[in-house]
């Protein structure tokens, strides 16, 4: 089986999703705006007078997908793929959009050279904190605005119908399983998230969710928020105690010691939330 294939059949089981779970994987949500959603992952295609721009591709299979949906839509060109951060499952399936420019956040491209099992892109655009993407009738933004899930962390915004896309940061009312979160900071995530809602978006699309809600946005953002009150009020009470062991020591407790009780009826809290806690307890006090 081809390491392409792989990738797709695991990200159909990890999200138990397929390609055929809507009519059409295409939405256009804004002027030549589009919501991409198949086998499980989301993509956003901005179509502009210069070419298009889509982020994301993923593996190989689900970009020819992306590439024959687009072509029913334009005869316009892709120009540019913009990856959302470095994890393998997102950056795949940049060849099939021969010619197009590859962006990454310079952060990230350390990565790239670590992996001897996945084939990596040939990014030839890398920026710092902002690229501006000029299609012609549409520019889009993309913004690393924190260290977040991942070192690489890219939004993007489409400037004028205000829709913001974002990866790995939240699901609606649905927390991830704690194990594909081992490397988030989510002390950056939530600046990330409250960022987003201070842009006031039209529409919010996330990673893994055909939804486009800015609701589901808001939520997540006060769930980080208070995620994080509540580990920094633990910390700052074992700083006060005079125990120089205390912190550290905390970081083995917390997980048990914490509960948000109103996020209960979350898809994953009962098994996932401990997990989260640790993630933000490392965030706050470590770091990483």
Known sequence: MKLSTLCATAAV??????????TSPMTEIADGVYH??????????VIGDNGV?????????RAEELSAEIAKITDK?????ALSHEHFDHIGG????????IIMQENGLDILKLSPLMPMPMVTTSFDDTLMVDLGDQTVELHHLAVADGVATTVARVTDSNVVFSVDMY???????HEFKEDTNFVGSGVVLNTLVGWKPAYAINGHSNGNSVEALKENAEFLTELQAKVEARFQEAFASGNPSAPVELLFTIPDEIEMPEY??????DTAFPG?????????FHGG
């Open 36 to 45: 991409f959603f198949s086998m499980g992952y989301s993509s956003l295609v």
């Open 94 to 101: 940049t060849e099939v959009f021969n010619g197009a420019a």
């Open 77 to 81: 060109p892709v120009t540019h793929v």
């Open 171 to 177: 699901m609606p009312q649905e927390l991830s399983p």
């Open 53 to 61: 721009l889509v982020t994301d591709p993923s593996f190989t299979p």
């Open 264 to 269: 209960s009826d979350w898809k994953n809290y």
């Open 276 to 284: 989260y806690v640790r993630r933000m307890a490392l965030s706050v």
């Open 13 to 22: 089981i990890t999200l138990g999703t397929t390609a055929n779970a809507q």
